[in-house]
Structure formats: C-alpha cells, structure tokens
C-alpha cells in the first residue's frame, strides 16, 4: 500500500472525526487500536487524534498500555455535562 501524500491525509481529519467518535464511544483506546479497528495505516490515524487533540475533542488517559502507548477518550460536551 502506498503511502498517501500528507496534504491527503490531512484534508480527510474532519471526515474522520466521526467514525473515530464512534471507535472511541466504547471507552479509550490506542492509535494502534484505533487504526486497525478504521482499517486505516497507523500514521494518518495518529494525525487525525492529534488534530482532535489540539481542538480538545479527544485528550489522553492518563496511563499508557503494556506497550507504552497512550489512550485516548472523548472529551464530554457542554451538553453530556448539563444532562
């Protein structure tokens, strides 16, 4: 499989906020997790955690797993948070 160039991958993050949502709604996870469970290379996944990251959709659990890797869950919205 060939490598997508960055711009690509970069230009699909909102496109994937949804399906990454949905994967993260059964509790935290990993990148890897994450990748194998969208079928989609490990790189592109972790560009798009990081996007939702920085908008504060997403943050790290604080434990990693057995392999070193972190976690990641949704951030509740204003509105889970009323309810």
């Keep these: 499989m060939r490598e997508r160039d960055r711009r690509e991958v970069i230009r699909d993050e ?3 906020h949804a399906p990454i949502r949905r994967e993260l ?3 935290p996870l990993t990148v890897p997790e994450l ?3 969208l079928g989609r290379p490990p790189e592109e996944v972790l560009l798009w955690v990081m996007g939702m990251r920085r ?3 997403v943050v790290e659990v604080p434990d990693s797993d057995d392999e070193g890797y972190f976690r990641y869950e949704l951030v ?3 509105e889970e948070v009323l309810a």
């Design 14 to 16: 909102p496109l994937m």
């Design 25 to 27: 709604a059964g509790g």
């Design 35 to 37: 990748a194998a469970r």
């Design 55 to 57: 908008y504060r959709q």
């Design 76 to 78: 509740a919205s204003d």
